[in-house]
């Protein structure tokens, strides 16, 4: 698809489309599971709709430079409101679906939103909800017409309405959007996405129809993508990832975005449509991980012994014969069994059958995790980037991946570090600008043009990019040794038990923690040794639990321990929270990141208690539900000791 | 919460309550001697939620299988749509539009939930059995044609997930759900439901009720209610009959049936 | 194990509503297919041609007929061997009869007469059901074969009904050897099961399956009871006819309408509880599994006795066999061989996982 | 008209016959709702061991063969074999069949007519064998004297045995603890239960009676007419009987018994003629058929309302 890029003029999304529409005409562009079969739609179908949308959006008097709300699960017509914006020189801003009405109330207000193209009923009751907090607003326009029927407001409209709508005004006026597409120039603001942020309100992200094109290009050539890929998109709309890859990059190459029917059966339709290109977030490979594991508990004790020994196997040499190294002929024979055996039948129940390339990005992924997936023989990569920088910085190239780097300087990104180990970069595909906010994005942008990251990380000796922790989160125990959180965190939870881990030292003599146990992983486990419990806080509060946790944490020790510069940071005190880390409860932000500074406020007893020495603490906690009521729950956190490693020890150990 | 819906149906609704759709005049029904009903009458208007409470035994499953043919009264009228009818079978009520659900489950144990919702619309399948041994043509393109309605149906009763698992695997509360969806694949303009939420918890209750609710006010469906559950009943109907022993003692609007003495006496003083 | 579903999505009803929504499948049935049509024919011995292959097709066949009405409508009948007497009997009048009548036409319309009587013995299945129908089956099984025997005009007035099938010639072409009449039965028992399978996934066989399940709820969806139930009886007996027809025609030439006894009736449905009730796959699997199994006996009987088997201990043994497994069958695994290869193409699929 | 009678009395009579067949099955489908389809086996099998146990005896302990001893010895070892068989078969075939559909349970009993008919002549052999109650089959005179009619002695004994059980039967249901208990279960299995009587323990208890009369009847017919497997078709003739009877019906079991042996011969000796003969094989049958038409829940059977 390189030649597409080449070709001057195919330097905005809509003008993208439209080639697709004459290129390939044919060739399914979306499909969506609904009534039981996957609908599919052509380019040419997708194309005619994203006219009648955007005529139709001009009708209702959206205007060039304005911005279009779009907010819902990843639904073909949501896909095409986004192309249709931009087709008129508009801005679509995509908000997380998952987001309550008042949070929702302040994007649409900072970006100043007249029209919102929305889901469904439930979202639509929202806007209604915040409506008079956002004066502006003039229409919402909804795509599921089910439940409402007795919506009268004139505020809202349907898509199909709309559409039809289009339709006619593109009957009578046919040159109309191809003027507007023609006004479209490569600098203009192709796409608004909200950074969620860990401190301060978001602010949105302005990014370019050039920085995006050129963020999908790279990545396209990098991984040689064609227009058979068959991508599913189930991740967020408005995440900068799922719009480089469900968006930019199908733009670019013209492959198949697949949406799922619903939250529910993403994994069953993952396994129907069997994508060639992945991407997916660290912890849905690990919760595949941990229910493979699971389910392979319950099978027969000869299945068990020949599925772990080929798991074996895959761990000695799956991944070499994955980069393409040299392998013994005997291992390449068990690999290959190995492959009829399970590791086929695994890739095949878990719908990675044909995937030829699979990203991870948005956290650390372990590296047990990582091999796993490589040595089965998923090209699993990891990728680096931010929300400004089209997340796209740094790739893994195919043979040469490393379990703890994020890879080499995409094509056209350049990538230095500042004296404090700050992680600059460059390129086209940097952001334009925050929305209405010069102050920040001159904060961000350094009088070179650099992107300052906030991210600390350094090279090694090949030229890949280490990732340690956020520049501002690492800080110093007193003793001076250096204290990187994150880094911290993410080793624990690399533990199939621990599913969240918050960690405590800047300022302090040692570090301590506060761990959230993984309630499937660990209720499995307390089965099988027939512990009875009665829900997470029963269950976090168990003996023999502590005694689980402990483990892991020496476990960590010890390897912390290893490392010279990460020694003095091992954890000597923990406890295990009464009540699983929330985003209901503002405690993780929408993209499931522990707000840490957050949680230290609302626990700040227990962190007292943690560097006061006590056995236990007591504590008492407002939750929200689910169904939007609250309540209290408390509990008497018990506190435990870890043994701690001497640098010394542990290397003879190791 | 379901009050809430109920006023949404009512206030805003664009259904219009009509004419008498199905009258029953002086219905007795007896089992060898016993009398299950005695002199019963009563009507239900086009597009209304009609309820029929009563204490256990009090003969209101026998009231709905009256009204669709299973049971032939030994006395009595029954005009539906104006025309009196004497014997009727089930599967001549349903060629009439009447669809219903039981009180026990009765889907078929042995089909999918999709081909269970199929049979739904059996009567609007016109092809012949050498059609579907050929499975070619117009055979294939009507069951296609069904298969987008019933896919409608699971849609709506959003069963999507469950398509095609055996009926039989399913809990309780899903099984009612796609008992309901067999019955509206018929397109009724009637539909008689035998306590549909009977052994649901609070959530599939609701769910229940809304899209009871959602299937008189989309399709304007008229609706014969038996439920138990008294703030149900007194939520979402639009006028609601009480038996007791076999006899009526109260008709009405919901508001007026609470207040009535003798429904009080023989059945809300009894339960609550 | 062997599947590989992932990116085998279906875009349209059609692709959902296939026989066999599953690549793997269409490929080893098409495999299965190139099998018996062409290896089978070039390698196997006319004893297997005529002993088992033969005949395995056959009861398949008649398996098939009971099991649309018993396994798909859910009315037992005992008198399934009756009806393939009918139909052989049928068959064989209109060759007689009729000059120059093709075979295939004669296999048809003693399908159809069988049909027919199937229909007037089905009448009874309106009032009355389960045991009392078998009892009314059992009225079928007896008279019809007292019937064909008393009545001489049926066999061309042969010594106690003994019938010789004549030359099957289809198109000038005469099937005479093994080999031919192989292929012949091969494929007229593929296309009907075809049919058949079209039928119990179209509404037909969800009119059946419905009143099998629960006649009263199927009523009240508007499905005739009677109408169901009588094509069931139809159909079924239909198929008894036609493998009745090829039982005398494509395997043992001479009957006799005593050979159509209760005894061949309790095998066929023995093949259905074997093989699994209210699968069309079960019944091949039944029926080849209930002529192997006296076959298997017999040899094994012979290297243990080695050659002094004691006299009737072979019957006898095949009876208490034949009766255990069904005891063995209805207690362990009602849905028979077929449901153990679901069970196992479950576990393929899944795997490696077990559930 | 003295044809006639003798012809209607040698039906009756082996209607009688008929009857205690059937009676087998009432007995066990209203204790747990089973029909028993392997009742005729098991007619066959308790005089094929019966006849067995007779031959072997004289052997085995010396005494004279064909002396009463011999007899009762051998009665009672037949009957221990079937009421070990009764409760093996409710154990091992029943009790896991338990809830399933009846027609599981029917064709579960046709299985067991194979493996018990298998497993009988497997021990005793295939051969006919002939058996002797000790009472003549020839014309009792004075019948023959006065009304000119061949009445057997043999069929009158038979009769008269049958009465004679039957109203052993009949006895044990009303008076004894256990035959109340089975009467309870017969009407309602919840309820037997909550009188607190072992379901199980009732189901074997009628297994072993239905296996004793299974002996008598295979003793009569045995001794009438050899104790051959041909035996277990005539028992067939039982299932129109208890169509015609109802299912649950002790007295309709015997006046079916009576209408069908009565019929088939009348029907056989004034219609058969006509048709080339042959016609007892099936006449029942479509008796039945037809009566089921008109009359589905039997003579005694009571009509039945399905709930809705």
């Known amino acids: 698809m390189s030649d597409t890029h080449g070709q001057t003029g195919l330097d905005t999304f809509p003008r993208l489309l439209m080639q697709h529409a004459k290129l390939r005409p044919n060739r399914p562009a979306m499909r969506e599971k609904a009534y039981g079969i996957w609908q599919t739609y052509t380019w040419a179908q997708v194309a005619e709709s994203v006219r009648a949308i955007a005529c139709g959006l001009a009708e209702l008097g959206f205007k060039r430079g304005d911005r279009l709300a779009i907010i819902g699960d990843n639904r073909p017509r949501l896909y095409w409101s986004v192309a249709a914006c931009q087709c008129l020189g508009g801005i679509p801003v995509m908000l997380y679906q998952d987001a309550v009405a008042q949070e929702m109330a302040y994007v649409l207000q900072d970006a100043e939103i007249r029209f919102a193209v929305v889901e469904d009923q439930e979202q639509v009751d929202k806007m209604l909800e915040i409506r008079d907090e956002v004066p502006l607003l003039e229409r919402v326009i909804y795509d599921e017409a089910r439940g409402m029927r007795h919506y009268t407001q004139t505020l809202l409209m349907g898509l199909d309405e709309l559409q039809e709508m289009g339709r006619i005004h593109d009957r009578n006026q046919s040159d109309f959007l191809d003027g507007e597409v023609a006004k479209g120039a490569s600098d203009d603001i192709s796409i608004m996405l909200y950074t969620s942020g860990t401190t301060g309100k978001p602010k949105g992200v302005c990014q370019t129809h050039g920085a995006f094109i050129a963020a999908a290009q790279g990545g396209v050539q990098f991984d040689k993508l064609t227009d058979q890929e068959d991508i599913l998109s189930y991740l967020p709309m408005a995440w900068v990832g799922d719009h480089l890859f469900s968006f930019a990059q199908a733009m670019l190459a013209g492959f198949t975005i697949n949406c799922p029917e619903s939250g529910e059966t993403v994994m069953t339709d993952l396994r129907e449509i069997g994508p060639t290109y992945y991407f997916a977030p660290p912890r849905v490979f690990e919760n595949l991980l941990t229910q493979v594991m699971i389910r392979m508990e319950d099978a027969g004790a000869i299945k068990r012994k020949m599925f772990h020994h080929f798991m074996e196997v895959s761990r000695r040499c799956g991944a070499d014969i994955l980069d393409g190294k040299s392998v013994s002929a005997g291992d390449r024979f068990q690999y290959w069994l190995g492959n009829l055996m399970v590791y086929g039948p695994l890739k095949n129940v878990l719908g990675m059958s044909r995937i030829r390339v699979a990203y991870t990005a948005g956290a650390a992924i372990g590296p047990d995790l990582f091999r796993f997936y490589r040595s089965i023989g998923v090209n699993l990569k990891q990728l680096y980037g931010q929300t400004e920088t089209c997340a796209y910085v740094c790739l893994q190239p195919d043979g040469e991946i490393k379990l703890d780097s994020v890879g080499k300087p995409a094509p056209f990104v350049e990538v230095k570090l500042a004296d404090n180990g700050e992680i600059l970069v460059k390129g086209p595909m940097l952001l334009k600008t925050y929305y209405k906010r010069p102050d920040a994005t001159a904060e961000s942008i350094n009088a070179d043009g650099y992107f300052m990251t906030g991210d600390a990380g350094f090279f090694d000796e090949d030229g890949h990019l280490k990732i340690i922790d956020r520049a501002k989160d690492v800080g110093k125990l007193n003793d001076g040794s250096m204290f990187a959180p994150n880094y911290i965190e993410n080793k624990l939870k690399f533990f199939q038990h621990i599913k969240e881990a918050v960690t405590f030292g800047n300022g302090r003599d040692f570090v301590t923690a506060f761990i959230n146990i993984d309630l499937e992983a660990v209720g499995n486990w307390a089965e099988r040794k027939g512990m009875g419990y009665s829900g997470y806080t029963d269950l976090a509060a168990q003996d023999a639990v502590y005694e689980l946790i402990r483990e892991g944490i020496e476990t960590v020790n010890a390897d912390l321990a290893t490392d010279p510069r990460m020694s003095g940071s091992q954890i000597k005190r923990f406890l295990i929270l009464h009540k699983e880390l929330d985003a209901d409860d503002g405690e993780l932000t929408r993209t499931r990141k522990v707000r840490r500074n957050f949680v230290a406020e609302r626990y700040q007893v227990l962190v007292e208690g943690l560097y006061a020495g006590k056995k236990s603490q007591y504590i008492e906690t407002q939750v929200k539900y689910e169904d939007g009521r609250t309540g209290k729950i408390s509990a008497d956190l018990r506190i435990e000791e870890v043994k701690t490693f001497t640098p010394q020890a542990t290397k003879q150990a190791a | 919460m379901m009050n809430d819906m109920a006023q949404d149906a009512t206030a805003e609704g664009g259904r219009r309550i009509g004419e008498v759709i199905l009258d029953l005049q002086h219905i007795s029904l007896s089992f060898g001697g016993v009398n299950a009903l005695t002199d019963i009458s009563f009507d239900v208007r086009e597009h209304e939620i009609r309820s029929i409470i009563g204490p256990n035994g009090a003969g209101k499953s026998s009231m709905l299988n009256v009204m669709n043919g299973v049971y032939h009264p030994q006395k009595g009228n029954i005009l539906f749509r104006g025309e009196p009818r004497q014997k009727m079978d089930p599967h001549t009520a349903a060629a009439q539009g009447i669809a219903r659900t039981f009180q026990n489950i009765a889907l078929f144990k042995g089909m999918t939930v999709l081909d269970n919702i199929m049979t739904g619309r059996n009567l609007k399948m016109k092809c012949n059995l050498l059609e579907h041994a050929l499975f070619w043509g117009k055979a294939q393109r009507e069951e296609i044609e069904h298969r987008k309605k019933v896919e409608d149906v699971i849609d709506f009763l959003e069963i999507q997930s469950i398509r095609k698992t055996p009926v039989g695997r399913l809990p309780y509360g899903l099984q009612k759900r796609v008992e309901l969806g067999r019955a509206l694949a018929a397109e009724p303009t009637l539909l008689l439901l035998d306590e549909p939420m009977a052994g649901m918890n609070v959530e599939e209750k609701q769910d229940m009720c809304r899209f009871i609710l959602d299937v008189n006010d989309q399709f304007g469906t008229t609706i014969v209610l038996i439920e138990h559950d008294m703030g149900v009943v007194m939520d979402i109907s639009d006028r609601v009959v009480v038996l007791d022993y076999g006899k009526k003692i109260g008709d009405g609007p919901p508001d007026e049936v609470k207040n009535n003495a003798d429904v009080i006496a023989a059945y809300l003083g009894t339960s609550h | 194990m062997l599947y590989r579903e992932a990116g085998q999505f279906k875009a349209s009803y059609k692709e959902d509503q296939q026989i066999f929504p599953i690549r793997q499948d269409r490929v080893g049935m098409a495999v299965i297919l190139a099998i018996f049509f062409l290896a089978v024919p070039m390698f196997a011995s006319e004893y297997w041609l005529q002993a088992i292959l033969i005949p395995v097709l056959i009861f398949s066949l008649a398996a098939i007929g009971l099991n649309i009405l018993t396994g798909y409508a859910g009315q037992l009948s005992l008198g399934s061997a009756a009806f393939m007497a009918v139909g052989a009997f049928g068959a064989y009048n209109f060759m007689l009869r009729i000059d120059g009548m093709p075979f295939i036409v004669a296999l048809i319309l003693g399908g159809l007469c069988s049909a027919l009587v199937g229909v007037a013995f089905g009448l009874p299945s309106l009032r009355i059901k389960g045991f009392y129908l078998a009892v009314a089956t059992l009225a079928a099984q007896f008279f019809i074969v007292w019937a064909l025997v008393k009545f001489p005009w049926f066999s061309n007035h042969s010594s106690s009904g003994v019938i010789s099938a004549q030359e099957v010639n289809i198109l000038g072409f005469a099937f005479d050897t093994p080999v031919l009449k192989y292929l012949l039965t091969l494929a007229v028992v593929v296309v009907l099961a075809l049919l058949a399978k079209n039928l119990v996934r179209s509404t037909t066989g969800r009119r059946w399956m419905a009143v099998r399940d629960m006649d009263v709820a199927a009523e009240v969806i508007g499905i005739r009871p009677m109408r169901a139930k009588l094509s069931a009886f139809a159909v079924s007996s239909f198929y008894c006819g036609v493998a009745g027809a090829l039982y005398a025609y494509t395997y043992l030439g001479t009957v006799e309408p005593e050979g159509f006894n209760l005894d061949l009736s309790f095998k066929i449905l023995f093949m259905i509880i074997i093989g699994g009730v209210g699968s069309i796959l079960g019944s091949f699997l039944g029926a080849a599994f209930i002529v192997l199994l006296p076959i298997f006996l017999n040899v094994f009987m012979h290297s243990v006795f080695a050659g002094s088997l004691p006299a009737g201990l072979g019957s006898n043994l095949e009876l208490i066999v034949f009766g255990g497994l069904i005891i063995f069958f209805l207690i362990v695994e009602p849905h028979g061989l077929a449901r153990l290869w679901t069970l196992a193409k479950d576990k393929l699929r899944l795997w490696p996982f077990p559930h | ?308």
Do not use: C
């Not at chain 4, 109203?167 to 279960?185: D, S």
């Not at chain 4, 037997?192 to 009676?209: E, K, M």
């Not at chain 4, 009438?224 to 041909?230: D, N």
């Open chain 4, 1 to 308: 008209m003295g044809f006639f009678f003798e012809v209607l009395i040698g039906g009756l009579l082996s209607g009688v016959l008929y009857a205690l067949v059937a009676l087998g099955f009432v007995l066990i489908y209203k204790a747990s709702g089973v029909f028993n389809f392997a009742q005729g086996a098991m007619v066959f099998f308790a005089a094929l061991t019966f006849v067995g146990f007779q031959a072997l005896l004289p052997g085995w302990t010396g005494l004279e063969e064909g002396s009463v001893m011999v007899f009762w010895l051998a009665f009672i070892l037949a009957l221990a074999s079937m009421i070990v068989l009764g409760i093996l078969t409710e154990k091992v075939v029943l009790r896991p069949l338990v809830n399933q559909p009846q027609i599981t349970l029917f064709m579960a009993t046709i299985g067991l007519s194979f493996l018990v008919e298998g497993i009988a002549q497997a021990i005793w052999g295939a051969n006919v064998r002939a058996l002797d109650l000790g009472i003549a089959d020839e014309p009792i005179g004075w019948i023959l004297d006065s009304a000119d009619m061949i009445v057997s002695s043999f069929d009158v004994f038979a009769a008269a045995l049958a009465g004679i059980l039957v109203a052993a039967l009949a006895l044990f249901f009303q008076y004894t603890k256990v035959g109340r208990a089975l009467r309870a279960v017969a009407d309602d299995h919840q309820a037997a239960l909550s009188i607190g009587i072992p379901l199980q323990h009732i189901w074997a208890i009628v297994w072993g009676v239905a296996g004793f009369v299974a002996l008598v009847a295979g003793l009569i017919w045995g001794a009438r007419s050899g104790v051959q497997f041909a035996l277990t078709f005539t028992a067939l003739k039982a299932l129109p009987v208890l169509i015609l009877g109802g299912f649950t019906s002790v007295p309709g079991a015997i006046v079916g018994g009576l209408i069908i042996g009565a019929s088939e011969k009348l029907a056989e000796v004034y219609i058969g003629p006509f048709v080339g003969g042959g016609i007892e094989g099936w006449f029942p049958y479509m008796l039945a058929l037809f009566f089921l038409l008109v009359r589905p829940e039997g003579l005694f059977g009571e009509k039945h309302i399905d709930r809705v």
